[in-house]
């Protein structure tokens, strides 16, 4: 079970994030934080006194905008420790993923905080820890009680997730601010990889979703997307211009031009040639 802390100077949306965590069985004990210095104090003491002391920490869900250091420099910090705990962010700004994933944060959860969702980040954050997710003797997972408070909801997969795996093959599931939308494929002009997430850019706009592009580009084979650079999958119809400059490859799609590794740049002269004459 999980010894969790929470940081965040907003006190609702702290006590609501404690709340929910303090519902989930495989969460042993959920303190808060309202701020970064006080966050730096609990955890290092929780340091000092070692994994198995009074004080301990395995886990610590950090909001990313606070006044004084922000969750992201709280990261680098615990980073320059020898055993730090893991980070999970909870946040209402989804541009800090790519900046959080090279933390190594074990999950990057958007606010409004659901309970699917934040009980997802906690299975991952056992997962990471080798901790099992079986709740304590006598308690059925997802029925564990509040005290003086109803049963809790069994933790699911985010809505998200099952709506990607699950949905019609011609949609993809993206969440903004706890709504979840479903985006045609075909609007899709290209994928950018950010760390654990992918970005899917179209006309309207992009979207952050929590699959890796190598998934994508397995999936999105048949659909005519190709890969043109580890960062970037594109669909193929979607490229208007292949330029050949000082011995460099880049195509445009739409108003964004994007590199073409050395790797991938005969393969996909030939596709386009193969489009083109066909």
Same mark, same amino acid.
């Given at each position: 079970m999980?010894?969790?802390?929470?940081?965040?100077?907003?006190?609702?949306?702290?006590?609501?994030?404690? !709340?929910? /965590?303090?519902?989930?069985?495989r969460? =042993?004990? &959920? @303190?808060?934080?309202?701020? +970064?210095? #006080?966050? %730096?104090? $609990?955890?290092?003491?929780?340091?000092?006194?070692?994994?198995?002391?009074?004080?301990?920490?395995?886990v610590?869900?950090?909001?990313?905008?606070?006044?004084?250091?922000t969750?992201?420099?709280?990261?680098?910090?615990l980073?320059?420790?020898?055993?730090?705990?893991?980070?999970?962010?909870v946040t209402?700004?989804?541009?800090?993923?790519?900046?959080?994933?090279?933390?190594?944060?074990?999950? !990057?959860? /958007?606010?409004?905080?659901?309970?699917? =969702?934040? &009980? @997802?980040a906690?299975?991952? +954050?056992? #997962?990471? %820890?080798g $901790?099992?997710?079986?709740?304590?003797?006598?308690v059925?997972?997802?029925?564990?009680?509040?005290?003086?408070?109803?049963?809790?909801?069994?933790?699911?997969?985010?809505?998200?997730?099952?709506t990607?795996?699950?949905?019609?093959?011609?949609?993809?599931?993206?969440e903004?601010?706890?709504?979840?939308?479903?985006?045609?494929?075909?609007?899709?002009?290209?994928?950018?990889?950010?760390?654990? !997430?992918?970005?899917?850019h179209?006309?309207?706009?992009?979207?952050?979703?929590?699959?890796?592009?190598?998934?994508?580009?397995?999936?999105?084979?048949?659909?005519?997307?190709?890969?043109?650079?580890?960062r970037h999958?594109?669909?193929?119809?979607?490229?208007?211009?292949?330029?050949?400059?000082?011995?460099?490859?880049?195509?445009?799609?739409?108003?964004?031009?994007?590199?073409?590794?050395?790797?991938?740049?005969?393969?996909?002269?030939?596709l386009?040639?193969?489009?083109?004459?066909?």
């Amino acid at each position: 079970m999980l010894r969790v802390l929470a940081v965040d100077d907003e006190k609702p949306l702290l006590e609501e994030l404690l !709340y929910l /965590l303090r519902s989930d069985p495989r969460v =042993r004990s &959920a @303190e808060g934080a309202s701020d +970064a210095t #006080e966050a %730096l104090r $609990r955890v290092t003491r929780a340091l000092e006194s070692g994994p198995d002391g009074a004080d301990a920490i395995d886990v610590v869900f950090l909001d990313i905008h606070m006044a004084g250091l922000t969750g992201l420099d709280i990261a680098r910090l615990l980073a320059g420790f020898a055993r730090p705990p893991l980070i999970v962010f909870v946040t209402a700004h989804e541009g800090f993923a790519v900046q959080a994933f090279d933390l190594k944060a074990v999950d !990057y959860v /958007l606010k409004p905080v659901r309970p699917e =969702r934040l &009980a @997802e980040a906690v299975r991952r +954050a056992c #997962e990471q %820890l080798g $901790r099992s997710e079986e709740s304590p003797a006598g308690v059925v997972a997802g029925d564990a009680p509040m005290a003086g408070g109803p049963a809790v909801p069994a933790p699911r997969r985010p809505v998200a997730e099952v709506t990607v795996a699950d949905r019609a093959p011609d949609q993809i599931a993206v969440e903004l601010g706890g709504v979840t939308r479903f985006v045609a494929i075909a609007d899709i002009s290209y994928v950018e990889a950010q760390g654990d !997430y992918a970005r899917l850019h179209t006309d309207e706009g992009s979207h952050l979703v929590r699959i890796p592009v190598s998934t994508l580009e397995e999936r999105w084979a048949a659909r005519g997307f190709v890969r043109i650079h580890r960062r970037h999958l594109v669909a193929l119809a979607r490229i208007d211009e292949l330029r050949l400059e000082a011995g460099t490859t880049s195509v445009r799609v739409g108003t964004a031009e994007l590199q073409v590794s050395r790797r991938h740049a005969r393969e996909l002269r030939d596709l386009l040639m193969r489009q083109a004459t066909g």
